[in-house]
């Protein structure tokens, strides 16, 4: 997705857009139509059949509320557009897909195999994988600096999930498959249905493969996490579970945490900011959450209402569907003055991009790490960039990504 700077002057008609059709992410401007809404109809109904639509939430404390609020807004009907009128075949199996308390007891044991201890004991190894990855680059000659962050969290979950290196290319490629089917680079003859099928059979093949090869209580790492862990009553996760909550801790890291350096380096050549950043080391933190408010790399989730409930002076209805527009939410200037201005030095800790509540990222601290790493690495290696050709944007009405960013890069004198 473009991260455009909409004016509130473009010709948009509210009574006719589609943000489902991944091509209007691709190659439109959905922050367009975002503005607009936030500015004239801040929950607005698109119909997409004649028997089928959904409300969007677009202002910061309505998705915040949808997101939060899991006693009147339920995950377990759908949370994605492609779900839409459909069931979630995950549902109260993986973990996105299941309301408190259910999830809390699930989600427990995965948030303890990410503390912070746990992490830090990894961050040697993240910091070599990052340090591996910069050693492609060759100074001054093109490269593709989204397909090199497109490696990135696969080397770290991977790892964290004890998957074999050699499969780590093609489950990269597989994961961001499953979130664009529709993308013209990924798509097969099957059509954007029969693609999404196929990455999903090939991923949940490889945990199976995965968890065959286990014994025990095994090493500690995510599988063996999601094997051994037990709910109050005894029960343990069924194999179907497990391997879907593999599929989707994997799919979370790999398809959010590359687009956030590679919108954050499209801005930073645009606005002349990457020396900026790069020589005050005391702005990285600030600097990496304002990258994930600019960047947004998850756009929406959905939620279904519980019961009637009234969102900026619009009645959802029992049993509705409510699309959470987090790319939006962080554009919202009454929580982000001057949202449309990319700023290192803002404060920016109250973004969405992991989302709230309940369902919190329980990568986020994964994530956070590793753009900690990523950045310090990239600044103490390159003097700067230069952009050399267009970049592509994936089609994707879930992930706002970026699939190719042809750049040149410059190392530094040591």
Known sequence: MRLTRPTGTEPIDLAHFDLVDPALHGEGDPHAIWHAMREREPVPWQQVTPKLG????????????????HHVFTSEHGTLLNLLGKKDPASRRQLPATDPPRHTRMRSPIQRALNAKVLDRHRPLIRNEIKYLFGDIVDGEP????????????????????????????????????????????????????????????????????????KGDGNGDLIDVLRTMDFEDGRKLQPGEIVSNCYSLLLGANVTTPHVPNGAMIELLENGGYDDWATHPELLESGIEEALRWTSPATHFMRYAKQDVTLSGVTIRAGEPIVAWLGSANRDVDVFPDPYRFD???????????????????????????????????????????????????????IAGVKHLPLVATRRRR
């Not at 959904?54 to 609020?69: E, G, H, M, N, Y």
């Not at 954007?192 to 099928?197: F, M």
């Not at 956070?368 to 790493?373: A, I, K, P, Y």
Request: aromatic content about 14%.
């Open 344 to 398: 290192i030095r803002r404060n920016a800790k109250r973004h969405l991009a992991f989302g709230i509540g309940p369902h919190f990222c329980v990568g986020h601290a994964v994530a956070r790490l590793t753009l900690w790493e990523f950045f310090t690495e990239l600044f103490a290696q390159f003097e700067k960039f230069e952009q050399v050709g267009e970049a592509e944007h994936l089609h994707s009405n879930f």
């Open 54 to 69: 959904f409300w969007s939430a677009t202002k910061f404390d309505d998705v915040a509320r949808v997101l939060r609020d």
């Open 143 to 214: 490269f593709d600096f989204a397909e090199l962050t497109g490696k990135l969290p696969m080397a770290v979950t991977g790892t964290l999930m004890g998957l074999d290196r050699e499969h780590w290319p093609r489950l990269t490629y597989l994961t961001s498959q499953a979130i664009a089917p529709d993308d013209p680079e990924f798509i097969t003859p099957a059509g954007s249905r029969g693609t999404l099928q196929l990455a999903h059979r090939q991923l949940f093949a490889t945990f199976e493969e995965a968890m065959a090869q286990r």
